[in-house]
């Protein structure tokens, strides 16, 4: 699995596809995104999405140039295209000198041939820079494994669970590289789907109060499983829940070496009598518990894992991406009710080390506090002052991420309503 990555694309290719004309003049244009034009045709999209794929391409071109080796080909493969328009805008707008393009339904070549040949009608050196496909996800990864092709980014954008297709991707990506993967398993994430989180990601998941993030953190620890059993691991370049759908996405970058991983896969444990949070090693299973006074009832305990309990984002991946999005004028535009630059600072301050897993709502504080919901900002001002990290979360609305007790939490939303 060696960074084998500079192969002639064109000259591997299945026999049908070589020989296959690339289909009809483009198809009439009714989309844009971010200046690059496109037909959905028959395909299934979703303008809501766009900002997941903004932020894809912002990660693919910090990738691109940060590479050890910018003279090599900077290759993405998009192993479930729909109508082709992440693979176009990666050709476009991230710098890739090749795009593989595959869906499953032959159906949509028309689509996406014409899509992509919106961006290059005809090749000055005969060689096109994008190729499409019409296979199983898992059989084009595994294939392109098998013949030593080696992809810079990898994007699996799928219904349901993708865990089916995360050890074919990594087999299929180069070491350092990028899989964008996406989920919308938000039965599994909510812990109303034990068994198929089990059987797809290794972990057990039950109701806990902040189960968005709990579905980025199952996605994360599925993909940490399998990389470890490949003797790698992952960092999360960024994690990022969408309220439509829902659905969860994970950036994240395959790395030599599988130990270093290990302190981040664990065991999250929620406390329902108290409403405090805490992770869990391996090592110390058995010895779960909470700290707080009722210890008579062993329901208020639920834990949830094992699954990724690390930083969620990579906080110096993600000033790059703000500061690419500033440069090029996406950062304060509102696209679907996301401004990237929101987006992207919030992120960075959830990528503080000291934040733990979950989230707190505001509503939760004033209950136990029996107090109204303080301001948000006035709260998070509060809880930094007294040395406490926190901040908002992207993934809950009016809630804040904090290494704050929640009895502490508790004392200062009294104070903040004592004080007005």
């Given amino acids: ?50 900002p997941g794929r903004d932020l894809a391409v912002l990660a693919a071109t910090i990738h691109r140039r940060r590479r050890l080796d910018p003279s090599g080909p900077f290759l993405c493969l998009d192993a479930m295209c729909g109508c082709g328009i992440r693979a176009l805008r990666y050709l476009a707008q991230a710098g890739a000198d090749f795009v593989w393009a595959n869906d499953a339904s032959d159906a949509l070549r028309p689509v996406v041939v014409g899509n992509l040949s919106r961006f290059e009608p005809e090749p000055l050196d005969g060689q096109r820079r994008w190729v499409v496909s019409h296979l199983d996800a898992t059989r084009l990864l595994a294939e392109r494994y098998l013949r030593r092709e080696y992809f810079d980014v990898i994007d699996v954008d799928s219904f349901g ?54 579905g980025l953190r199952m996605l994360l620890g599925g993909a940490a499983r399998e990389a470890a059993m490949l003797g790698f691991h992952i960092t999360p370049v960024f994690s990022y829940y969408a309220y439509h759908g829902p659905i969860f996405r994970a950036m994240i970058q395959l790395r030599h070496g599988k130990e270093d991983g290990i302190s981040n896969y664990g065991f999250i444990c929620h406390c329902k009598s108290c409403g405090q949070t805490q992770t869990f090693g391996f090592h110390e299973l058995g010895q779960i518990s909470c700290r707080c006074a009722d210890r008579t009832d062993a329901t208020s305990i639920t834990v949830v894992g094992p699954l990724w309990t690390g930083p969620l984002h990579d906080a110096s991946s993600i000033t790059e991406m703000l500061n690419l999005a500033v440069e090029w004028g996406w950062a304060y535009t509102t696209g679907n009710g996301v401004t990237l630059e929101k ?25 136990r506090a029996k107090v109204n919901s303080p301001p948000l900002g006035t709260l998070i001002n509060s809880l930094q002052k007294e040395g406490y990290a926190a901040c908002r979360s992207h993934i809950g609305a009016n809630a804040i991420k904090t290494n704050c007790p929640i009895t502490s939490c508790i004392e200062v939303a009294r104070e903040i309503r004592n004080l007005r």
């Fill in 1 to 50: 699995m060696a960074s084998a990555a500079a192969v002639s694309f064109h000259q591997t290719l299945p026999p049908p596809l070589q020989h296959r004309r690339l289909g009809p003049t483009p198809p009439r244009c009714t989309h844009s995104e971010r200046g690059v034009s496109f037909d959905p045709g028959s395909a299934f999209y979703r303008s809501e999405s766009a």
């Fill in 161 to 214: 669970s993708e865990a089916e297709y995360i050890r074919a991707a990594f087999l299929a990506l180069k070491i350092g590289g990028l899989l964008y993967l996406t989920s919308t398993d938000w039965r599994s994430a909510r812990g109303y789907g034990g068994k198929c989180s089990l059987s797809s990601y290794g972990a057990y998941v039950r109701p806990v109060p902040y189960p968005n993030e709990i």
């Fill in 343 to 367: 987006l992207l600072v919030t992120m960075i301050d959830e990528s503080d080390l000291r934040l733990p897993p979950g989230y707190i709502r505001l509503d939760e504080i004033a209950s």
